[in-house]
């Protein structure tokens, strides 16, 4: 037995079934779009579809338990999965500077000065940025604040034993009578982690039925020249990251009511949704002033 | 496996197998025989003073045991895990929940005072006074030898690289001394 700060991970087959799965996605896709018969599009698109989610579910489970129940993340390992998720929420950054670019090309762009003239183009009527919009900007801000509650509750209750902070043995910092008292009153954060969690997964999902009532009730198309292109593609992938977001939390929301998140147990999972979280909020920000207000 | 008999006369003749035996005895806090020693000895520039102690704790505790800083060399309290049947640790005993794995093993290394669990060894210049020619970092090698990096200042943006040797002392140009040393049971340069 060896003793490697590292995790050496067993063979698994979810790469494979992955990359499959996605495979399949793209081959029905692609048959789609070149009059394959709509049977085979339909049947072969779910199966890759349903294998996709799947693979997604066996492998981050695979890794909840590699990491509570198997005790296999140790610091460096942690420290690696920390520069990991940075890196990634990185690359989405830049994937939304892509539509970013995209979207200040058309509308201020010199192409775009001389042909369509205005911005909103004329015959498009624009989103009042001061009603709804502001109102999911103020729901992301308030989601974002209760997380913050929710990782400053986990955090104490990491430390503390039933919430209690437990002296070093030979600091001797706090007398017992005192350690008694603390533990008394300790045990609510855990309470109070699980409010601010749920409270920030409804919010998320309040945030997605209301952007749907938009889509629903917009008087423009994605089909309604640049400016219906942009908006819909940028709010459309933006939603599509709130929804990844919820369920990331939804799932660090059930992992923290099994106490995974418990003393000696500050998993990375959750610091991993809620950098997730903030990075959502953040590029929605730079949509409404972008977008929505600068826009209209 | 021949090739393995054929290192026996070798190993025989360096006193490996001596220290095979005092490797045994050193990992119960017994100091190991200093036969290996012996022909470096005589050269200031390259004798290991003392043989150098491998306990579980690797070369961090090693450290800390040459450093002159009192601070280091205290250990810590009887660390006493807590069996209470409620989960609540009475005071003064310490709890680790159902951590399991490698991560128990660093948790309980670090309790015990262990600053380096997994003997990454990182260690900065500076750090317990190491790095003099009177208190040099000490390189552990199990092959006779092992490339050393030498980071000189915090935000240097090169590394030195060099190749050092059992029993053997060297510098990094900018003042920076290490000695190899083999880990008990290991082949000499």
Redesign the interface.
């Known amino acids: 037995m060896f003793?490697?700060?590292y995790?050496l991970v067993d063979i698994s087959p979810w790469p494979f079934s992955g990359a499959m799965s996605v495979l399949g996605i793209t081959s029905s896709l692609v048959g789609y779009f070149h009059r394959a018969p709509l049977m085979w599009v339909y049947v072969f698109g779910s199966i890759s579809l349903f294998l996709l989610v799947f693979t997604m579910v066996r492998w981050w489970s695979d890794v909840v338990v590699e990491s509570t129940?198997?005790?296999?993340?140790?610091?460096?390992v942690v420290r690696n999965l920390r520069v990991g998720m940075v890196l990634f929420i990185l690359s989405e950054v830049f994937f939304f500077v892509s539509f970013f670019w995209a979207f200040f090309h058309v509308s201020i762009g010199e192409i775009s000065m001389r042909t369509i003239g205005q911005w909103p183009p004329l015959g498009v009527k624009a989103i009042y940025p001061w009603k709804v919009p502001a109102l999911n900007t103020a729901i992301l801000l308030g989601s974002g604040m209760s997380v913050t509650w929710a990782h400053k509750a986990v955090s104490v209750h990491n430390k503390c034993?039933?919430g209690?902070l437990?002296?070093n043995?030979?600091s001797g910092s706090i007398s017992?009578e005192e350690?008694?008292n603390l533990?008394e009153k300790g045990s609510c954060y855990q309470k109070q982690a699980i409010f601010s969690m749920v409270l920030t997964v409804a919010l998320g999902a309040f945030f997605m039925c209301i952007q749907y009532e938009e889509y629903y009730m917009a008087s423009f198309t994605i089909a309604d020249s640049a400016f219906g292109s942009t908006f819909f593609i940028m709010t459309g992938f933006h939603g599509m990251h709130v929804f990844v977001g919820t369920v990331f939390l939804f799932i660090c929301t059930l992992r923290l009511i099994y106490r995974h998140f418990?003393?000696?147990?500050h998993y990375f999972g959750l610091d991993a949704a809620i950098w997730y979280w903030h990075f959502v909020d953040v590029v929605w920000i730079g949509l409404f002033f972008a977008v929505y207000v600068w826009g209209y | 496996m021949a090739s393995l008999i054929r290192q026996v006369s070798r190993l025989a003749r360096q006193n490996i197998l001596v220290n095979l035996v005092g490797a045994r005895a050193a990992s119960s806090g017994v100091p190991p025989s200093q036969s290996i020693n012996e022909k470096t000895r005589d050269n200031p520039l390259t004798s290991v003073e003392d043989e150098v102690r491998v306990n579980q704790e690797g070369f961090f505790s090693e450290m800390k045991r040459r450093s002159s800083d009192p601070a280091a060399t205290s250990t810590?309290?009887?660390?006493?895990i807590t069996g209470a049947s409620d989960?609540?640790?009475e005071?003064?005993e310490?709890?680790?929940?159902?951590?399991?794995?490698?991560?128990?093993?660093?948790?309980l290394e670090q309790l015990r005072g262990s600053e380096d669990?997994?003997?990454?060894g990182l260690i900065k210049q500076g750090q317990f006074g190491a790095g003099t020619h009177e208190t040099p970092i000490i390189v552990p090698t199990c092959e006779g030898s092992r490339l050393v990096g030498c980071v000189c200042e915090e935000d240097t943006g090169e590394v030195v690289w060099m190749m050092i040797h059992s029993n053997e002392k060297k510098s990094c140009d900018c003042g920076n001394w290490f000695q190899g040393v083999s880990v008990p049971g290991a082949r000499t340069h």
Do not use: Q
């Open positions: 003793r490697t700060g995790h129940y198997l005790g296999c993340h140790t610091s460096l034993p039933a209690v437990n002296p043995v030979s017992p350690y008694n533990v418990s003393f000696n147990h | 810590p309290g009887e660390l006493k989960g609540i640790p005071f003064g310490v709890e680790l929940g159902s951590v399991a794995g490698a991560h128990r093993a660093e948790l669990p997994f003997d990454v």
